[in-house]
């Protein structure tokens, strides 16, 4: 198992460019499923995740062609022409979510899935009724056995569909089975995440893509270590509400269509964080924003309103130097506080890239273990840092 150590005390300088976004391209590669057509995507990121729907997309008889894709050209070539199997079986679906995805789409197109319920990440509870109740509106007929939910449909229909929560999985589901539903699906009170509209952009034309959350970690690397860097390719108007904090803290930025500067001229000053959904500030880069507010002046406090267990890289913080009260769903962070290098363990994506951002402004060394979830959402990254001037590498365990 791999480790990355981050040497501290690095000021970031430069340019990188940001990778696709696993979240906008998980859900594309799977909107192939709804077609017998070739997709061709580009720009896809090499991950860990981005392996797993390949290989549950293979499994289902989807043909793929990803030999430019492993030298590196990021583009692969997909074809559900010939599904022969409409299972998506635990051991995959446990790994990643987002697995979870393909039950609308092979609903909508062969009349039966049968996909195992989710697993994931370890930040609390994400239950699918949401997907489920909105396929049942469309007239699938929805049965739990063994672990596995099984839809049958002769044939979707369009419906008035509300969502309790503003699901981003339930919005994709839905959205691609209504897309061979007759008639017109409405979903009210659904997602609006850069994500979703790439994703309507994809199902009219089988393509697309976005950059949000990787752009926002490099947005704090630069800041944290009172850098100067241009992350091109990022897009500000998917990030307003983080950038908004990030300037109210003193962070100097810049951007046009060619990316984000980012600068910082002086002290980072504490602010309060309240994640929610878009266009709110982003539960994916809450972890990220708690490590600049433990360097920053003063008391603040972050409020995690998305979900009930993600608050675990406190902890590892706390062991770097950092003061993080937890109480429910608030973290209080008492600021000014320098950090040193220790071990420390990820729990989830955004915790490993969290602690990774500790590690570039810490005295010492961090080691940082378990980042196989950091290359299931981050592609290169300690190349990427590497090239601004950090002190970053992989080593084996």
Known sequence: MD????????????EVTVSGS???ALPILIASLLTAEPCRYQRVPNLADIHTTLKLLGGLGVKIDKQGWARGTSELTVQA???GK????????KTMRASFLVLGPLTARFGQARVSTPGGCAIGARPVNLHLKGLEAMGARIEHSHGYIEA????LHGAKIYLDLPSVGATENLMMAATLADGTTVIENAAKEPEIEDLASALNKMGGRVRRIEAGSFVI???ITGGDVLIKDARA?????????????GVVLSCDPGGIRVQRNGKIKSVDVTTLPYPGFATDLQAQMMVLMSVADGVSVITETIFENRFMHAQELDRMGAQIQLEGNR?????????????????????????????LVASGSTEVSRVYHLDRGYEHIEEKLSNLGAQIERVKA
């Open 237 to 249: 108007e998917h990030l307003d509400a983080f950038l908004i904090k990030l300037q109210e803290a």
């Open 331 to 359: 973290a209080v962070v008492r600021g000014a506080r320098e950090l040193s290098g220790a071990p420390v363990m990820a729990t989830d994506l955004r915790a490993s890239v969290s602690l990774i951002l500790a590690g």
């Open 86 to 93: 409409l299972e998506a079986s635990y051991d995959l679906v």
């Open 3 to 14: 480790k990355i150590i981050v040497h501290g005390g690095k000021r970031l300088t430069g």
């Open 221 to 223: 690397a630069s800041a």
């Open 81 to 83: 022409e010939m599904v």
């Open 152 to 155: 049958t449909a002769v044939r």
């Open 22 to 24: 696993k979240n906008a």
